[in-house]
């Protein structure tokens, strides 16, 4: 009787014990369909790897699709937050839409982890303790080929990006670096897709070259369009106008083309060469940035996660700020304002194996902390 | 022969009541009246219900069904008992969403909504925003529908489209109130008594609102104004001869309609938190379109019907698959071609002959 | 302002009107012999563009996918005037509107489930792909002026179509008087069927010649349905030939006000609000303009009867 009592006291324990670890619950709001939907696939591919090599099972991810819309955005986050009671959220690629799901959601204590968006808003006066971006700034990128572009001598370039928060903190980040006398500036709508009208200013302008903002299909379209115009410029941008799916699509137009980003898949450290290969066999295609930051922003979950629990908010946050993890970008860190301090590299677009790829080639800025960090007042 | 103050003779299975019954029209008998009141009581009691279960997320859900249908209400009353095909519908419903917008957020920034000629301040209470909502969406019916009832058949449905896009664009352009992103409200309006946060609460105030304006159908549908507006619908030669003009009551009819749209997007506005220019879209007037159809056009709860079920299977199917609007347009197909009563229809009987 | 600019832009304006005709010209032919409304006209559109690029993808021939999505949008087309038109021809508008934007949602949502979310990229045929220089020193992509080509030439063909065969003169009759036509002895149900997939058809080249030049994906004949109907009422519904001038009345308003009233617009505020400002403006520019037609032409410019 006392045997067979203190057996089942023994087994209660056992089973008390592994119910004691609580479930994370991670929501992830990212854009799976239309013509921006490589970003989010790639974000989410990256994220749901990094947490399969973790193996861990305490962790719940909830992967909803935004379609590019606020509204939509807005309504699938109260619908986590309130139903589903997630920890953490994540998953936001555009700008606008992080506008409008970001500060409601701080504000109810849920953390935030942008993988992508990083809208000079919320770097700057609108920082919050609970937001964090583990990819970078929006201005940063475009901030680093305003000064190559300036220190390789060309003198007039014509700039056009998205009529929207991230494509304005890109021209105001090239600007900064830029300095003064472009030719032209034109902010197109976002997801438009047609731009012979553009094509025929900058043909028409004194123009020297090109530096265009256009994520995703925009990118794709414009490319497409503007090989076929005749209008024989150097094209420059940051790498979201040419990653490896821009260049899968567009082919050998793209050949020559320069662009910056804060990782590139041959960039030279251990955790990089693992992480490029196993998403190679996992998916079957080479990784974007967009699924490094992915990648990036689950490791730093789970290292935090080894130290605090979301419950019990200060140590979470204080975990997250320390950034313990292995990044793929090499050493990572935060600056005051949640955003990381990286180098910014730039890359060339080379021929590849069957379709152009993009080679690092060299460093455009070094240790570049945001525009913005100044004005946060955490 | 018409008696003076009730042209049209009551039929004579009202049994001669100045009112009509609760069918909406005239003597569409109690089966009708029977499903509107379950269906009044199951709307209040789903969220209570969730809430006993400690879900208040699902009285947020009933929230959202209860301003949709509202929505559709007010269209019910220009498409469904006036015949006015209105594809820009969606206009008042955004108009009303941005007025409260604007105003919640120009209370929260303490700063003058408009400054010239007079200047209005924000605020943050419901009913007066609500008020303005009504007001603001008043005023645009009565310039859309004075221009778009110069035309009839395809030519009115282009026009209300139109017009719905062009407030569209307007607002897309408009960078001051978000532009394409949208304006988002950070705080929600109070409503005097009660905390408008509670969800529970805050469905109290959207059924409430939605019951008033049911009851305003009713009795508007019920005196000789709604008699007109009917015969405006099937016959206005006819309606002409016994010496109403048409148009007069169809734009009455339209203004009123857009004030009760206008009010459910100010409230959709607070349920959201957030005002975006696809409230305007030519994709959200389908979506009103759909509720009173899915329910029953000229049915009084017929949105209510269809709002539930269009929200009920967003939830329920969106849940099992993203494809979720494939079988939404099968029903949809299926309830137009085969079903022309909709959901009170079938069960209630009785289609419109016309 | 150089004269190449304007002759450049004034070919964007000339192309997106061709683009537009191929859309109106069969949504008012169905509305003009069938009183129909058509929402669907918008997949029909996709339909044609999904088809061609995966044919030109599966056989590295952009001409066989040109074809092959024109053929099976009029194939669609027919199946569906089969299915479920006839089933509301003499029903009211509302009926109608309801109907084919249900068949708007099963096609979005059946696309996305065939082809899933993402976008397909088609490329131009070689053949097309570079850029001719033009009097006045422009210089314009050769595709895009094969498209205004194309469109054109679909125009003179409609109207020796329309003018000049025995199933024009039939399509003529069907306009100004359905039932006569039956009492003559006319198969309705098949000159509808055939008028319907003539229309899908066009709508189906239009959306494959635009998808080698943007994008392939679910929606993208939303906005494109939408300008069709407005330049159907500004032609005046039924007529071929209001469809042609309202379609290049409207896409030269539509280009040229995105482009000139952004720069109005530059002269006041910065750069990003000039843009969303201007942009917006052209936009409502044209719907105003189809206002004030309506107000001096109530059936449009050239109302096919009376």
Not at chain 3, 249 to 262: A, E, Q, S, W, Y
Not at chain 3, 272 to 281: C, D, E, N, R, V
Request: net charge neutral; hydrophobic share 50%.
């Amino acid at each position: 009787m006392r045997t067979l009592l203190g057996g089942a006291l023994i087994a209660a324990g056992l089973a008390l014990s592994g119910a004691a670890q609580a479930e994370v619950k991670i929501g992830m709001i990212t854009t799976l369909s239309g013509g921006g939907s490589h970003l989010g696939i790639d974000v989410r591919d990256g994220f749901t790897l990094a947490l399969k090599q973790a193996g861990r099972t305490d962790v719940k991810l909830i992967v909803k699709d935004d379609a590019r819309k606020p509204d939509l955005a807005k309504q699938i986050a109260d619908e986590m937050i309130q139903r589903d009671k997630v920890d953490i959220m994540t998953g936001i690629i555009w700008s606008n839409l992080a506008m409008a799901v970001v500060p409601p959601t701080v504000r109810q204590g849920v953390f935030y982890l942008s993988p992508n968006a990083g809208p000079s808003a919320l770097a700057g006066k609108g920082c919050h303790q609970n937001y964090f971006n583990v990819a970078w700034q929006n201005n940063d990128l475009h901030a680093a080929m305003g000064g190559y572009m300036k220190s390789a001598g060309l003198a007039k370039p014509f700039i056009l990006a998205p009529n929207y928060p991230a494509g304005t903190d890109a021209l105001t980040g090239f600007k900064s670096l830029f300095g003064e006398g472009v030719a032209g500036e034109i902010y197109t709508k976002l997801g438009q897709k047609d731009y012979a009208a553009e094509i025929a200013q900058i043909r028409a302008s004194q123009a020297d070259s090109v530096f265009f903002f256009l994520p995703g299909g925009m990118g794709i379209a414009f490319m497409k369009q503007y090989a076929g115009a005749g209008v024989e410029l150097p094209v420059y941008g940051p790498a979201f106008s040419f990653d490896e799916v821009i260049l899968g699509a567009v082919g050998d137009a793209a050949l020559g083309v320069k662009n910056t980003s804060q990782w590139a898949y041959d960039l030279d450290n251990a955790a990089n060469l693992a992480f490029v290969e196993s998403f190679r066999a996992e998916y079957g295609r080479t990784p974007t940035l967009y699924a490094s930051q992915g990648f990036d922003t689950a490791n730093l979950i789970l290292s935090a996660l080894d130290t605090a629990q979301p419950s019990d908010a200060d140590a979470f946050r204080a975990a997250l700020e320390a950034a313990e993890f292995t990044s793929v970008r090499g050493a990572f860190r935060f600056g005051p304002n949640h955003h990381p301090i990286q180098n910014i590299y730039v890359r060339e677009v080379v021929p590849g194996d069957g379709k152009p790829t993009n080679k690092l080639v060299g460093i455009a800025i070094e240790n570049r902390q945001d525009a913005f960090a100044a004005e946060c007042k955490m | 022969m018409a008696e003076p103050g009730n042209a049209i003779p009551d039929s004579p299975r009202s049994g001669g009541s100045p009112l009509p019954p609760l069918g909406g029209g005239l003597g569409r008998g109690s089966v009708e009246s029977w499903l509107n009141a379950a269906l009044a009581v199951l709307l209040l009691a789903a969220p209570l219900a969730a809430i006993g279960l400690g879900e208040p997320y699902y009285a947020n859900l009933a929230s959202r069904v209860a301003i949709l249908a509202l929505a559709g209400v007010g269209l019910n009353l220009a498409l469904g008992y006036g015949g006015m095909i209105s594809f820009g519908h969606a206009a008042f419903f955004g108009i009303g969403g941005y007025v409260a917008g604007i105003l919640a957020q120009g209370a929260f920034n303490a700063a003058p909504v408009i400054s010239w000629p007079v200047e209005v301040m924000g605020s943050d209470s419901m009913v007066p925003i609500w008020l303005a909502a009504m007001a603001v969406s008043g005023v645009a019916a009565v310039a859309i529908g004075a221009i778009s009832l110069r035309t009839s058949g395809v030519y009115f449905i282009m026009i209300t489209l139109a017009f719905a896009q062009m407030i569209y664009y307007f607002a897309i352009s408009w960078p001051a109130y978000g532009g394409e992103d949208g304006l988002s409200i950070t705080v929600r309006n109070g409503f005097p008594g009660l905390d408008t946060y509670d969800p529970l609460s805050f469905f109290l105030i959207c059924y409430g609102v939605l019951m008033l304006a049911l009851a305003l159908s009713w009795r508007i549908m019920g005196t000789r104004f709604g008699a007109a507006l009917m015969c405006a619908r099937m016959n206005p030669e006819r309606l002409a001869t016994v010496g109403i003009e048409p148009t007069p009551v169809k734009l009455a009819a339209f203004v009123i309609s857009a004030m009760i749209t206008g009010l459910a997007g100010a409230l959709f506005a607070d349920l959201n938190g957030f005002v975006s220019p696809s409230m305007l879209s030519w994709h959200t007037s389908g979506q009103i379109m759909i509720f009173v159809i899915l329910g029953g056009v000229g049915r009084l709860f017929g949105p209510v019907a269809g709002a539930a079920l269009y929200v009920l299977m967003e939830h329920v199917l969106g849940g099992l698959t993203v494809h979720w609007q494939l079988p939404l347009g099968l029903i949809l197909l299926g309830v137009v071609l085969f079903a022309r009563g909709g959901l009170v229809g079938m069960v209630a009987g009785g289609a419109r002959h016309d | 302002m150089t004269t190449a600019l304007l002759i450049e832009q004034l070919l964007n304006g000339l192309q997106f009107g061709v683009m537009l005709f191929l859309m109106a010209a069969g949504l008012t032919l169905v509305f003009g012999v069938m009183g129909l409304i058509n929402l669907a006209h918008g997949s029909l559109y996709m339909a044609g563009a999904f088809v061609c690029a995966t044919v030109t993808g599966s056989t590295g021939s952009f001409w066989l996918g040109l074809g092959a999505g024109a053929l099976a949008a009029a194939a669609l087309g027919a199946l569906v005037e089969i299915g479920v038109m006839r089933r509301l021809y003499g029903r009211g508008h509302l009926d109608q509107v309801l109907a084919t934007f249900a068949l708007i949602l099963i096609f979005s949502e059946g696309t996305r489930m065939v082809f899933g979310a993402q976008p397909l990229w088609l490329d131009m045929p070689k053949s097309l792909s570079g850029h001719v220089s033009l009097p006045g020193g422009a210089v314009y992509p050769v595709f895009r002026l094969a498209i205004i080509g194309a469109g054109l030439a679909v125009a003179a063909g409609l109207y020796v179509l329309i003018q000049r065969t025995r199933l024009g003169m039939r399509i003529r009759a069907g306009e100004s008087d359905r039932e006569m036509i039956a009492a003559l002895g006319v198969d309705i149900a098949r000159l509808y069927t055939v008028v319907f997939a003539l229309g899908a058809g066009l709508a189906g080249l239009a959306g494959a010649m635009i998808g080698a030049l943007q994008s392939v994906e679910v929606g993208m004949g939303e906005p494109v349905l939408i300008l069709a109907f407005v330049t159907i009422v500004i032609g005046g519904i039924g007529s071929i030939r209001g469809a042609l001038v309202g379609a290049l009345l409207v896409g030269m308003v539509d280009t040229m006000g995105r482009i000139f009233l952004p720069v109005l617009f530059g002269l006041f505020t910065d750069p990003a609000s000039a843009t969303s400002i201007g942009s917006a403006l052209a936009s409502m520019l044209i719907y105003l303009m189809m206002a004030a037609i309506l107000a001096v032409r109530p059936k449009g410019l050239f109302p096919a009867h009376g």
